[in-house]
C-alpha cells in the first residue's frame, strides 16, 4: 500500500501564492503519475494537475499559467504544487492521488491524501 502525506495548505490573500507538497511511501514497484484533486464547496473533487513518471504533466484548464506541479528528481515519491495569483474560488481542500503497482505484473492502483485546507481570503 502506499500512503500519501500532504503539507503545505493555509490561509492566504488573493493574488498571493502557497505552494503544496505530497511525499509517498509504503511498498510498491513504481508509481506510475502523481497528481492534485481539489474539492471547492459545494462542487465534486476535480483534477487540478497530475505529472507522470516521465515527466510529462497536464493541467485543468482554469489552472494553466498559475498553477505548476513538478516533482523532486532525486527522489519520484515527491511531488509538489505551486499555486500562484490564488483566487477566492480556489478555495478548498487540495488532494494528493497517486497511481502506482505492487509490481509490473499486478494492476495499477490508487492511494488518496487526507486532504490539505487551502483557503483565500478575498
Known amino acids: 500500500q502506499v500512503q500519501l502525506v500532504e503539507s503545505g495548505g493555509g490561509l492566504v490573500q488573493t493574488g498571493g501564492s502557497l505552494r503544496l507538497s505530497c511525499a509517498a511511501s509504503g511498498v510498491f514497484s513504481s508509481i506510475n503519475r502523481m497528481g492534485w484533486y481539489r474539492q471547492t464547496p459545494g462542487n465534486q473533487r476535480e483534477l487540478v494537475a497530475v505529472?507522470?513518471?516521465?515527466?510529462?504533466?497536464?493541467y485543468a484548464d482554469s489552472m494553466k499559467g498559475r498553477f505548476t506541479i513538478s516533482r523532486d528528481n532525486a527522489k519520484n515519491t515527491v511531488v509538489y504544487l505551486q499555486m500562484n495569483s490564488l483566487k477566492p474560488e480556489d478555495t478548498g481542500v487540495y488532494y494528493c492521488?497517486?497511481?502506482?503497482?505492487?509490481?509490473?505484473?499486478?494492476?495499477?492502483?490508487?492511494?488518496w491524501g487526507q486532504g490539505t485546507q487551502v483557503t483565500v481570503s478575498s
Open positions: 492521488k497517486a497511481d502506482w503497482q505492487r509490481s509490473i505484473i499486478e494492476r495499477e492502483l490508487g492511494s
Open positions: 505529472i507522470t513518471s516521465g515527466g510529462n504533466t497536464n
